[in-house]
């Protein structure tokens, strides 16, 4: 594998996802598949009401007709689209139940982790069977720690920390899309790097699905990926940390997705033990917003950051 196909690779798929955009957008409209806006959020975003959601469905046709053309069908090409397409199932099931049926929740909690723990242990059985290497290694260390069977509870952790954490991070239009073409950018280097040919293949095109999704989902967006989109991404996010073996750097590279994650956690810590709140709104891209910054001004921002998350845990992977 090297950096002219997963060129070819993210082209393709940006192509893919560009066409199919006109296609897909009208079809959801005329579906009355409308997003639901939340009464207690920033007011700007209540004009955002009715703009069709399930978008994600644009990304995941995308990127699965160009992985499945340039990707070779070793046990990893099944283990990284069984993480994706399924965690993009338990989201496609979340969003069509609160569009479906205006349950505003869509699947309950348990149904949801449930289906993010089976597809988990999907995933954990196809590397057992094949005998992935149960060692994580450390930036700027040369040695590894084996964790044995533990190794597999780490990357159920991973899997639920990787899909929910993104799935915060998806609150402004483009925010998810730009941020997370920069990780899988990253990790689409590192696959090449350590050759890893099928991480290397869906990280480029995922990198291509999200920039081409982004033409429609860019401010002022035209559509939503959803929670079909978010965790689908979340889900392959953490499988192709797991198969090039940069499980810790998963939180450098992911640095803008865990301090979402935190911001609500830190969030609902603080109001339950002490009655107050220590953001103005979580996740905290809505803070920032309600702050006085302007959509566009949280949306480069965080780009920036990713940005910068990104080229940092490039950095670290080559130390």
């Known amino acids: 594998m090297d950096y002219g196909s997963v060129l070819l690779t993210l082209g393709v798929s940006f192509v893919l996802a560009v066409l199919f955009g006109p296609l897909l957008i009208p079809l959801l409209r005329r579906l009355k598949f409308g997003q639901q806006v939340r009464d207690d959020g920033p007011q700007s975003h209540l004009k955002k009401t009715g703009t069709p959601t399930m978008g994600g469905v644009i990304i995941l046709l995308a990127l699965t007709v160009a992985y499945l053309k340039f990707s070779d069908r070793g046990y990893e090409f099944w283990a990284i689209l069984v993480a994706s397409l ?15 049926f205006k349950r505003s929740l869509g699947l309950t909690a348990k149904q949801k982790l449930f289906g993010q723990l089976l597809f988990s242990l999907v995933f954990c059985g196809i590397l057992y069977n094949h005998h992935h290497p149960t060692t994580i290694g450390f930036p700027g260390v040369s040695g590894t720690l084996d964790l044995g069977l533990g190794y597999y509870v780490l990357a159920v952790i991973m899997f639920f920390a990787s899909s929910n954490s993104v799935n915060f991070t998806d609150g402004l239009d483009g ?16 696959a090449v790097e350590a050759a890893e040919p099928q991480a290397a293949v869906f990280s480029a095109a995922l990198v291509g699905a999200v920039l081409g999704f982004l ?23 953490a499988a ?49 917003e309600l702050s006085g910054w302007s959509e566009w001004r949280v949306v480069t921002t965080f780009w920036f950051a990713g940005l910068l998350l990104a080229a940092a845990g490039l950095f670290l992977y080559k130390i």
Do not use: W
């Not at 967006?221 to 989109?229: L, P």
């Open 240 to 288: 192709v940390a797991i198969l090039t073996k940069t499980e810790i750097l998963l939180v450098v590279i992911g640095g803008v997705f865990v301090v979402e994650m935190l911001s609500v956690i830190i969030q609902v810590a603080s109001f339950k033990t002490r009655g107050k709140r220590v953001f103005k709104m979580s996740p905290i891209h809505h803070h920032f």
């Open 175 to 190: 925010l998810l899309s730009g941020t997370s073409a920069l990780a899988f950018g990253a990790f689409a280097v590192i």
């Open 215 to 237: 033409v429609y989902n860019a401010h002022p967006a035209k559509v939503f990926m959803g929670d079909t989109g978010s965790l689908g991404i979340g889900g392959g996010l």
């Open 86 to 100: 399924g965690f993009g199932l338990v989201g496609f099931l979340d969003d069509y139940i609160k569009i479906a």
